[in-house]
């Protein structure tokens, strides 16, 4: 069975480690912030300006001018520190963010990531995106597999205008784990309930596939 929006943000989550700067991207990325594994310490980033950023508050902790990039309402954990959005990007573009975390409407088997502009359509457009592929260390892009036609997302080559080339090192889908490297997508982990085989059917890049692909463990 795919995994649903929370359950991609909880798989995600397993990839911080402990002491890293993390930037979330909007979408999926934001409920990271809820699943952060007990026992490690990372410090939140958002582009608009808050470091130490924290989950979503309950009615009662709602604050409106506590925001992340998405404009949704969040919390500061303590030690939270509060600034303008150009020292934000200053932090970005110097390269001090361990890991960002990404959507995207595709992904192809070189790491580019296609992800702010789809022609035609009105979309929000780059953001900060296009600062955070260029600096970050490590990048996580997350999202649904295929689009709600049946067309995959991860393909031999991006149709849409890029935000980033050879950078996307892992993605992490609503079917499946996978990392990028050597031109290909490689094959780690399946959602529970899916097989091998659905995963074959809706990657449209070149997927190595080994002989035992254990299932995602929440």
């Known amino acids: 069975m795919a995994l649903t929006r929370e359950q991609m ?5 397993k990839e911080l480690q402990d002491g890293y700067y993390v930037n979330l991207g909007i979408g999926i990325p934001t409920l990271v912030a809820n699943y952060v594994p007990t026992g ?3 410090m939140l980033q958002s582009e608009n300006g808050l470091l130490g950023m924290g989950p979503y508050p309950d009615e009662a902790a709602v604050d409106a001018d506590m925001i992340n990039a998405g404009k949704e309402t969040v919390t500061a954990v303590q030690g939270a520190a509060i600034f303008s959005s150009a020292e934000s990007f200053a ?3 110097g390269g001090h963010v361990d890991l960002t975390v990404l959507g995207a409407f595709e992904v192809d088997q070189q790491g580019n990531i296609a ?3 789809i022609p035609g359509k009105l979309v929000k ?4 995106a296009m600062d955070l592929v260029a600096g970050a260390k490590n990048i996580i892009c997350t999202m649904t597999h295929a689009s709600k036609h049946g067309e995959s997302k ?3 080559q991006c149709s849409l205008p890029l935000t980033g080339k050879s950078c996307i090192n892992k993605v992490i889908t609503d079917l499946a784990l996978l990392e990028i490297r050597e031109g290909a997508f490689h094959l780690l982990e399946r959602a529970p309930g899916v097989s091998v085989t659905e ?3 809706k990657t449209a890049g070149r997927l190595v596939v080994p002989s035992h692909v254990p299932e995602m463990i929440f």
């Open 115 to 117: 992800s702010w502009t």
């Open 40 to 42: 490690i310490a990372v």
């Open 125 to 128: 457009g780059m953001g900060g």
């Open 9 to 13: 943000a909880m798989r995600v989550a």
């Open 154 to 156: 991860l393909l031999a």
């Open 199 to 201: 995963i074959q059917q």
């Open 91 to 93: 932090m970005i573009r």
